[in-house]
């Protein structure tokens, strides 16, 4: 029997597929998404909490057997961070808010993390529990700091190089240097200006187009920046972004059973986000047109069911008949 070790797993962050979209794609307009969801842990989210823990022990900043990780997050790097920096011996401490999936926060707890949740309701200004969520993790850290180190996706460099070494370089081998419009959504900002940067110094034609969700969203893990602020890893390269196309609840969840009945593909709420921002976009000419799918649907079950996407009977018709779904480290 092989044994699958520490080394194998982390091997696997980075390196995913990029899927052509058929249901997109037409005459000499070519729509693909970059599927997140092959990262061990799940989303894109592997490769920001790989490289943040890396840049941690390389500054010192983290002692094996004395560190404590503690981060805010709205789902993906929470588990993420927990998966990864369990193989590497350190624990962990994930704040959230009440509002992501029932599936996201028991993964992480079962990830081996201690969950402190916050309420939606604390201030309803911004919604869905995330900025609650960084000042409490904010406020641990700071009061033992010779034991608690938040990596703060939010301005931490690593995450955007993460991207800028990683996700874009591959982006532009895997299209052959054809891309030409590029879409993802915001929430840390790493993403977008990671690969953003990238790809416009190879080619600065390549259109960079943000998707932004309605006030009081859905979409786990994204951010409207009326309601909220807009972190400091992104202000510090927001101009890599040419366009912004905003996206609402119903667009995002009205395509969940479109693109697995045409692409077979059961993507997450903020991968549904980014196709119905592709689709209503206009590009005129020959194109080639990526997204970023930043994780599968499979946590998922219990929003779709509540928003009526689907039922849970048809969500687990859809997970066995789903193409493109990865093995995962949990």
């Known amino acids: 029997m092989t044994t699958v070790t520490d080394t194998d797993v982390l091997s696997r962050v980075g390196n995913t597929p990029l899927v052509k979209l058929d249901s997109l794609?037409?005459?000499?307009?070519d729509y693909f998404a970059k599927l997140e969801g092959h990262n061990p842990f799940g989303s894109v989210k592997d490769r920001a909490a790989y490289w943040m823990i890396k840049d941690g022990e390389e500054r010192g900043i983290?002692?094996?057997?004395?560190?404590?990780?503690?981060e805010p997050t709205s789902?993906?790097?929470?588990?993420?961070?927990?998966?990864?920096?369990?193989?590497?011996?350190y624990k962990v401490e994930i704040v959230i808010p009440e509002k992501a999936s029932n599936e996201t926060k028991d993964i992480i707890r079962n990830l081996g993390a201690k969950v402190f949740e916050t309420s939606d309701d604390l201030c309803p200004k911004v919604g869905a529990g995330t900025d609650q969520s960084i000042a409490l993790?904010?406020?641990?850290?700071?009061?033992r700091p010779d034991t608690y180190y938040s990596p703060n996706q939010y301005a931490n460099?690593?995450?955007?190089?993460?991207?800028?070494?990683?996700?874009?370089?591959?982006?532009?081998?895997q299209t052959e240097g054809k891309v030409t419009h590029f879409f993802t959504g915001v929430g840390t900002g790493g993403t977008i200006t990671g690969i953003g940067a990238f790809l416009k110094e190879k080619n600065p034609?390549?259109?960079?187009?943000?998707?932004?969700p309605q006030q009081n969203h859905l979409i786990q893990g994204w951010r409207n920046f009326e309601e909220s602020a807009k972190p400091d890893l992104f202000l510090k390269r927001e101009n890599v972004v040419d366009d912004w196309i905003s996206v609402d609840n119903s667009e995002a969840f009205s395509v969940v059973k479109e693109v697995f009945e045409k692409d077979q593909l059961l993507i997450?709420?903020?991968?549904?986000?980014?196709?119905?921002?592709?689709?209503?976009y206009p590009i005129q000419g020959d194109a080639c047109v990526v997204g970023i799918f930043a994780d599968d649907g499979r946590k998922f079950k219990s929003v779709y069911a509540n928003q009526n996407v689907m039922s849970e009977d048809d969500f687990e018709n859809c997970l066995k008949d789903a193409k493109h779904m990865s093995e995962l480290a949990y």
Do not use: R
């Not at 794609?25 to 307009?29: C, E, I, L, Q």
């Not at 929470?78 to 193989?87: D, E, F, P, R, S």
């Not at 460099?157 to 081998?173: D, L, M, Q, R």
């Open 25 to 29: 794609s037409h005459d000499n307009t």
């Open 62 to 70: 983290l002692t094996k057997g004395k560190s404590i990780i503690i």
């Open 75 to 89: 789902g993906n790097t929470g588990i993420a961070l927990t998966g990864i920096a369990n193989l590497w011996g």
């Open 137 to 143: 993790a904010t406020s641990i850290a700071s009061s």
């Open 157 to 173: 460099e690593a995450n955007f190089k993460g991207h800028y070494v990683g996700t874009g370089p591959e982006i532009w081998k």
């Open 205 to 212: 034609n390549v259109k960079i187009i943000g998707c932004q």
């Open 268 to 280: 997450s709420p903020s991968s549904a986000a980014v196709y119905a921002c592709m689709k209503k």
